[in-house]
């Protein structure tokens, strides 16, 4: 099992936020194709593919050290995902 740096299972469709100081998602392709080199792996070694917010669309993501990453991130830059008020709808 995979942590980010704050100790939480790095899991598809985790909200991280990188060492390039960008928020984005796991992407859980990566999780479901059994590969090798995937999570679960013989050979994985601890790089995510993470989808950043600063990117839509990426359906390919990059790679980040998973214990570099922090599913908190810095007080001073909030999810901007997680600060969205709730629609009443």
């Not at 989808?51 to 050290?65: E, F, I, K, M």
């Amino acid at each position: 099992m995979w942590k980010t740096d704050d100790g939480v299972e790095i899991t598809p469709g985790l909200r991280v936020f990188t060492n390039d100081w960008e928020w984005g998602t796991v992407l859980s392709e990566q999780f479901t194709r059994g590969g090798s080199c995937d999570p679960g792996g013989k050979y994985f070694d601890g790089w995510f593919r993470v989808a950043l917010d600063t990117n839509p669309g990426d359906t390919r993501g990059g790679l980040y050290n998973g214990e570099r990453m922090s599913a908190s991130g810095p007080p001073e830059k909030p999810d901007p995902i997680a600060a969205r008020p709730l629609s009443s709808d």
